[in-house]
């Protein structure tokens, strides 16, 4: 017998096919199998079927997440969260409270410290990081996660000399002051993953999957820093509350291509953050002169990874944030499609943050898909943020032009980049709604829309999921409230009342036993 669930009374968001006058929605093994008129589709239920009286909620499709680092997001949620420091003796004073107990043994670490937003300015130093322990490796990744500082323990599982572009030197000592950028950041990652072992990160990814459900996520696009990490995913077939896409984040087009996987990349660096002074601009930072960011990889050796993979028949996907290195990317992706044309390949920009008009003329043209994160503007954006101090007034009135790259019809799909910002797709939607910059708003719909049928499309799966439509997979979301008729400051207040996920309901707050919603309260 088939398992069979109704939607009664509900309010249908209109993305997808729906009648004029459907209140109701049958799901028939984890499909959606018919929308239309309550009393029409409870004629040939099953007598097991559930029947679920929504009395006027809003329904949509379960909200897709593309861009996670999933582990890091569980990981994070284990260490110490430094952001309500205000100075840097807070700071060091969360971290000797906190300390041994509140991480891994014999490995400590601590989150989300804003050296812009501390009374000195700074991060704290190796010296002050080695009062704390001068035996216990310390790792504190910056908000942003594109810098942190280590202790000296740290840097004796992980050596590091001032050869290693990144590292930071101590203006009195000539030494290492302990921050870390650029690829020296990236050494001090891969010696973390050391220190960590599998199953702290396979417990990482179930916690960020329980995470994710809470806020209506029922697909996310997980950046996986390793192959092994893809691995790991695989593994937790079925343990998951949601479904996962991969995106190996290596350059091996090889190893890739050996697995059978259709896609490469996800977060590979052509720059930083603007936070860290590492997105790589045409022009100086109005808060540091003269300097311009940096590019972690020039036009040539772009063209050589996103080649091999593009002739493969992979999808690619890298960072670019800066104007800078957006325009050597796209200069890359131009001269490979131009040498090797190739239909609906969907490569993907991830952030493209700072564009100019004949970059969005280009990339429409092109056919690229950009991952944004709207919820940036809500951290960062407007006259008073950190894009105003780092961009200056001019720039910063171009940050996340979302309406334009509509317009031009270019192809978004809505990411959070969790654990930078949390995933929280209403969130998402809330700030492209209520951007800074009136001239780059989207409607609540359109908003709606890079969060659902977006992110299907970006990962090959719009016939499968994204739109409220007979045949598609049973992925919704139930809203307490309709986010067409709350205020824009207030969508992302609006409770999650159900979670759907092929079929299986994940989340239900009406079910005190609902086990993602337990395990997240825990």
């Given at each position: 017998m088939?398992?069979?669930?109704?939607?009664?009374?509900?309010?249908?968001?209109?993305l997808?096919?729906?009648?004029?006058?459907?209140?109701?929605?049958?799901?028939r093994d984890?499909?959606?199998?018919?929308i239309?008129?309550?009393?029409?589709?409870?004629?040939?239920?099953?007598?097991?079927a559930?029947?679920?009286?929504l009395?006027?909620?809003?329904?949509?499709?379960?909200?897709?997440?593309?861009?996670?680092?999933?582990?890091?997001?569980?990981?994070?949620?284990?260490g110490l969260?430094?952001?309500?420091?205000?100075?840097?003796?807070?700071?060091?004073?969360?971290?000797?409270?906190?300390?041994p107990?509140?991480?891994?043994?014999?490995?400590?670490?601590?989150?989300?410290?804003?050296?812009?937003?501390?009374?000195?300015?700074?991060?704290?130093?190796?010296?002050?990081?080695?009062?704390?322990?001068?035996?216990?490796?310390?790792?504190?990744?910056?908000?942003?996660g594109?810098?942190?500082?280590?202790?000296?323990?740290?840097?004796?599982?992980?050596?590091?000399g001032?050869?290693?572009p990144?590292?930071?030197?101590?203006?009195?000592t000539?030494?290492?002051?302990?921050?870390?950028?650029?690829?020296?950041?990236?050494?001090?990652?891969?010696?973390?993953?050391?220190?960590?072992?599998?199953?702290?990160?396979?417990?990482?990814?179930l916690?960020?999957?329980?995470?994710?459900?809470?806020?209506?996520?029922?697909?996310?696009?997980a950046?996986?820093?390793?192959?092994?990490?893809?691995?790991?995913?695989s593994?937790?077939?079925?343990?998951?509350?949601?479904?996962?896409?991969?995106?190996?984040?290596?350059?091996?087009?090889?190893?890739?291509?050996?697995?059978?996987?259709?896609?490469?990349?996800?977060d590979?660096?052509?720059?930083?953050?603007l936070?860290?002074?590492?997105?790589a601009?045409?022009?100086?930072?109005?808060?540091?002169?003269?300097?311009?960011?940096?590019?972690?990889?020039?036009?040539?050796?772009?063209?050589?990874?996103?080649?091999?993979?593009?002739?493969?028949?992979?999808?690619?996907?890298l960072?670019?944030?800066?104007?800078?290195?957006?325009?050597?990317?796209?200069t890359?992706?131009?001269k490979?499609?131009?040498?090797?044309?190739?239909?609906?390949?969907?490569?993907?920009?991830?952030?493209?943050?700072?564009?100019?008009?004949?970059?969005i003329?280009?990339?429409?043209?092109?056919?690229?898909?950009?991952?944004?994160?709207?919820?940036?503007?809500?951290?960062?954006?407007?006259?008073?943020?950190?894009?105003?101090?780092?961009?200056?007034?001019?720039?910063?009135?171009?940050t996340?032009?979302?309406?334009?790259?509509?317009?031009?019809?270019?192809?978004?799909?809505?990411?959070?980049?969790?654990?930078?910002?949390?995933?929280?797709?209403?969130?998402?939607?809330?700030?492209?709604?209520?951007?800074?910059?009136?001239?780059?708003?989207?409607?609540?719909?359109?908003?709606?829309?890079?969060?659902?049928a977006?992110?299907?499309?970006?990962?090959?799966?719009?016939?499968?999921?994204?739109?409220?439509?007979k045949?598609?997979?049973a992925?919704?979301?139930?809203?307490?409230?309709?986010?067409?008729?709350?205020?824009?400051?207030?969508?992302?207040?609006?409770?999650i009342y159900?979670?759907?996920?092929?079929?299986?309901?994940?989340?239900?707050?009406?079910?005190?036993?609902?086990?993602?919603?337990?395990?997240?309260?825990?």
């Open positions: 088939s398992e069979q669930m109704l939607l009664k009374r509900a309010d249908l968001f209109p997808g096919d729906i009648p004029p006058d459907a209140d109701a929605l049958l799901i984890g499909r959606i199998a018919a239309g008129r309550a009393r029409v589709l409870s004629k040939n239920l099953d007598s097991s559930r029947v679920v009286d009395k006027g909620r809003t329904v949509l499709p379960g909200f897709i997440d593309s861009h996670v680092h999933l582990a890091e997001t569980g990981l994070q949620r284990q969260d430094l952001s309500p420091a205000g100075d840097i003796d807070e700071a060091l004073e969360m971290l000797s409270g906190a300390f107990g509140r991480s891994h043994p014999g490995f400590f670490r601590a989150h989300s410290f804003d050296p812009s937003l501390v009374r000195e300015g700074r991060y704290p130093t190796r010296q002050e990081l080695d009062a704390i322990s001068s035996r216990v490796p310390i790792f504190i990744l910056r908000r942003d594109h810098s942190c500082v280590v202790n000296t323990a740290f840097l004796r599982h992980c050596p590091m001032p050869e290693i990144g590292v930071e030197l101590d203006a009195e000539g030494q290492p002051s302990g921050t870390l950028r650029a690829e020296a950041l990236e050494r001090a990652r891969a010696c973390r993953h050391r220190l960590l072992g599998d199953e702290d990160r396979r417990e990482a990814m916690q960020a999957g329980r995470q994710a459900v809470r806020r209506g996520v029922t697909t996310l696009h950046v996986c820093g390793r192959i092994d990490d893809v691995d790991l995913l593994g937790l077939e079925g343990k998951l509350p949601l479904q996962v896409v991969p995106y190996p984040n290596t350059t091996d087009v090889e190893a890739v291509v050996s697995r059978g996987w259709s896609r490469i990349g996800g590979i660096l052509v720059d930083g953050s936070g860290s002074r590492t997105a601009l045409m022009e100086p930072y109005a808060d540091r002169a003269g300097e311009c960011g940096r590019l972690y990889l020039t036009r040539g050796q772009i063209v050589k990874l996103i080649g091999p993979a593009h002739n493969a028949g992979l999808q690619v996907s960072h670019a944030i800066g104007d800078r290195a957006v325009e050597e990317l796209l890359a992706f131009e490979v499609l131009d040498d090797h044309p190739r239909e609906d390949a969907r490569h993907r920009i991830e952030h493209a943050e700072l564009l100019h008009d004949d970059q003329e280009r990339i429409a043209r092109r056919g690229l898909t950009l991952a944004v994160q709207p919820a940036f503007e809500t951290f960062w954006g407007g006259t008073g943020g950190m894009y105003a101090r780092r961009l200056g007034p001019p720039r910063v009135r171009k996340n032009p979302l309406r334009g790259l509509l317009d031009a019809g270019i192809h978004l799909t809505g990411g959070s980049d969790s654990p930078i910002t949390p995933i929280d797709p209403l969130a998402g939607v809330a700030a492209a709604v209520a951007h800074p910059n009136p001239e780059h708003r989207l409607s609540v719909a359109e908003a709606i829309a890079i969060f659902t977006g992110g299907a499309r970006a990962a090959f799966q719009e016939h499968d999921r994204g739109l409220l439509r045949g598609l997979r992925d919704l979301v139930v809203l307490s409230r309709d986010p067409r008729r709350v205020a824009a400051e207030k969508i992302g207040d609006i409770p159900m979670v759907v996920c092929g079929g299986r309901v994940v989340l239900d707050e009406n079910d005190p036993g609902d086990a993602a919603g337990q395990a997240e309260k825990k």
